[in-house]
C-alpha cells in the first residue's frame, strides 16, 4: 500500500493532481481543502495517498494531511458514501468543522454540502459519532486547570469526554469549587 507519494506537482487542477515522482505521473483526485494548500505547479509536493481498488481500476486520493486522509478512510465506511461524496464533503468543510458538526449532532449544517442529502447526513452523523476523537473545546475564560480536572473526573466515573466537554463548556466557573462545579455538571449531564 503506497502511504505517501513525494515529487513535482507536474499538474495542479480544483479536482485533481499529477505528481510526477521517478519518471511516472500519478492521477490523484483531491479535495478543495487539499487544492488550497498546495504549493505551486512545478513545485515539490508530498501527498498522503489512499488507494482504492474497484472492478474498474484503482483510483488514488490525495490529501494534504495524514488526519484528512483518516476522516475520508472514516467516510467511506459510513453506508452509501463513497470515495467521491467524502472527497466532496471534504471539500465543503475541514476535519476540525466536520468533526464539530457530527459531536453535535449538525445534521443540517452537513446537508448544506451539495451531494449530501438529510439522510446522509444523519446517517453520517449517527455512524461516525462514536468513532471519533473528542472535539477540542475552547474555554474562553475562568479557571483552564479547574476545568480540566472537571473533565478528568467524569470520564473517570464512565462518561463520554465529548460530552463531558460540551457540558463544561457551558459552566460559570466564577466563584465555584471544584466540587460545586463537578456536581453542577454531573447534574447536567443525568438530565
Not at 512545478?42 to 490529501?63: H, N, P, T, W
Not at 457551558?170 to 466540587?179: G, P, Q, R, V
Amino acid at each position: 500500500m503506497i502511504n505517501y507519494i513525494k515529487g513535482k506537482l507536474s499538474v495542479k487542477k480544483p479536482d485533481f493532481i499529477v505528481v510526477e515522482a521517478y519518471g511516472v505521473g500519478y492521477h490523484i483526485y483531491i479535495s478543495l481543502n487539499t487544492f488550497s494548500n498546495l504549493p505551486n505547479e512545478g513545485d515539490e509536493v508530498k501527498i498522503f495517498v489512499q488507494q482504492i481498488l474497484k472492478d474498474d481500476g484503482i483510483s488514488l486520493y490525495g490529501f494534504i494531511s495524514e488526519n484528512e486522509r483518516d476522516f475520508f478512510n472514516l467516510l467511506i465506511k459510513v453506508s452509501k458514501v463513497g470515495p467521491k461524496l467524502a472527497l466532496s464533503i471534504l471539500s465543503g468543510f475541514n476535519v476540525e468543522e466536520l468533526k464539530e458538526c457530527i459531536a453535535t449532532k449538525n445534521h443540517i449544517k452537513l446537508a448544506s454540502i451539495p451531494g449530501i442529502g438529510k439522510k446522509t447526513a444523519e446517517r453520517i452523523v449517527v455512524e461516525l459519532k462514536d468513532k471519533l476523537d473528542s472535539v477540542e473545546v475552547e474555554i474562553e475564560s475562568g479557571d483552564v486547570q479547574i476545568l480540566e480536572d472537571v473533565v478528568s473526573a467524569l470520564v473517570n466515573l464512565g462518561y463520554k469526554k465529548q460530552d463531558c466537554l460540551k457540558v463544561v463548556k457551558k459552566l460559570d466557573i466564577n466563584n465555584f469549587s471544584f466540587e460545586e462545579l463537578l456536581k453542577e455538571a454531573l447534574k447536567q449531564l443525568t438530565s
